[in-house]
């Protein structure tokens, strides 16, 4: 008889246990946590959350349920769920999964908190909840992709991921949780990706704060009586890795992002340093840079960005900063970096070509090759170089938590610093409510 996806991943989500879990896939769920904790610290302050909070404020006010990350106020779990899904990823520097060219982590988390928060969770339900749903909407990402044959952004995976973990933290009936994973599959925004990369603003980036909002949605009205169709899970021709829930663990696969931009730039930033840095070169010695990548990479934007947005949906603008700076971090999304007449010259003499070696390799690997010209008339080439942050080319514990120092410089001080690295080393014997305190 042919097993019944949806039946096997709810089997899942009520019964995996974090005693049962590897100790290697509960280190990267502490590593996944403080990760995300730190891209929801440097965040908050995006203008898109600030309109975000006040159309919540204004449309779905209600009961105080959920923490408003950095805003010191509560909203009921929904609203939570879009504006802290929209922080989350305000700068894009949260993690991502390859195959599914897209962001788990951030689809997931919001509603996860939010849930966690109204329901006075332990960090060791937390950590169960985020595996499931990391493990969930990686693969209904897959499946997603697969049904439609057309590239969809985060939160039309993600929300059934969110729903998943929500479901075992608001503890659903396994009823319950069929439905809620077929509501928000219907739900979810079905986010046209390209477009959005090739003309960057706050509506979709990704889909994020949406999906996460659909997942919470999805698993209230669930535990309602609201009712769903049986999500793709259950779709027995493209399904197969349904089958490996809790036996593979996907997290593990997750890549980890150094700079806050669209992962596709970030080879040719590596490119770039590997060169500047075996050369010796300097920007004035610069005459031209030539990016050969894969199809996606191109359509990123490449105008000299006037928005946030911009400059993270941007190819050349974080390899311009990174020559000029010698790195690219989260300050220099800012207008004066925008409006620095050096950066508007340098992208000017770059250009990005599609190649026809490194597209076979995506979206496996995340690939890109630099020229830089120089002024005398040489060439010089990075060769093939990947992305860092991947599993062949990982961030290592430690350099995550220096990332956290650095993107919450300026936000907390060194000893809430010390005090998150700790919470999250231990958060199993600790409550969610005590993590909330560092990001009311």
């Known amino acids: 008889m042919t097993q019944d996806g949806n039946a096997r991943a709810i089997s899942f989500i009520h019964g995996l246990k974090l005693a049962a879990v590897p100790p290697e896939v509960v280190q990267r769920a502490r590593i996944c946590l403080l990760d995300l904790t730190g891209a929801c610290l440097a965040g908050a302050g995006a203008k898109g959350a600030r309109i975000l909070l006040d159309f ?42 390859r195959l599914v060219k897209g962001h788990p982590g951030a689809a997931v ?36 992709h697969a049904h439609y044959g057309f590239y969809h952004g985060s939160g039309a995976w993600g929300a059934v991921g969110a729903a998943a973990g929500v479901a075992r933290l608001l503890g659903l009936s396994p009823a319950q949780t069929g439905h809620a994973l077929g509501i928000a599959e219907s739900y979810a925004p079905l986010i046209p990706e390209i477009r959005a990369v090739e003309t960057p603003s706050m509506a979709p980036k990704d889909g994020i704060a949406w999906g996460a909002m659909v997942g919470m949605s999805a698993a209230l009205l669930a535990r309602r009586g609201y009712t769903g169709i049986p999500s793709l899970l259950g779709d027995g021709e493209i399904n197969r890795d349904v089958f490996t829930l809790g036996e593979e663990y996907r997290m593990m696969d997750l890549y980890f992002k150094p700079y806050p931009c669209c992962r596709w730039a970030h080879p040719a930033i590596e490119g770039l340093k590997k060169i500047m840095n075996e050369a010796g070169l300097t920007r004035e010695r610069i005459a031209g840079i030539r990016i050969r990548g894969f199809s996606e990479a191109v359509k990123l934007c490449r105008m000299v960005p006037t928005t946030m947005e911009e400059a993270e949906y941007n190819v050349l603008y974080p390899v311009a900063v990174t020559a000029l700076y010698g790195e690219f971090t989260p300050q220099h999304l800012r207008e004066e970096y925008f409006r620095n007449p050096e950066v508007g010259a340098l992208m000017a003499v770059m250009e990005i070509v599609a190649c026809p070696e490194i597209q076979e390799r995506f979206p496996r690997q995340c690939l890109a090759e ?70 009311a």
Do not use: W
């Open 56 to 97: 919540a404020m204004g449309q779905m006010n209600g009961a105080g349920e959920a923490t408003i990350i950095r805003a010191g106020r509560k909203l009921p779990c929904a609203a939570a769920s879009l504006v802290n899904g929209f922080i989350v990823n305000a700068l894009d520097i949260d993690d991502g999964y």
């Open 109 to 144: 988390f919001p509603a996860l908190l939010a849930a966690a928060e109204q329901a006075g969770a332990t960090g060791k339900e937390f950590l169960e909840a985020l595996i499931i749903g990391y493990e969930v909407a990686i693969r209904a990402g897959v499946i997603l």
């Open 370 to 439: 630099v020229e830089i010209t120089t002024r005398d008339g040489r060439t010089v080439s990075s060769g093939l170089v990947a992305a860092k942050g991947d599993s062949e080319n990982p961030l290592t514990d430690e350099e995550l938590q220096n990332k956290f120092r650095l993107i919450t410089r300026g936000i907390i001080d060194e000893g809430q610093v010390r005090e998150i690295l700790e919470l999250v080393e231990s958060f199993e014997e600790h409550k969610v409510s005590d993590l909330v305190l560092h990001l």
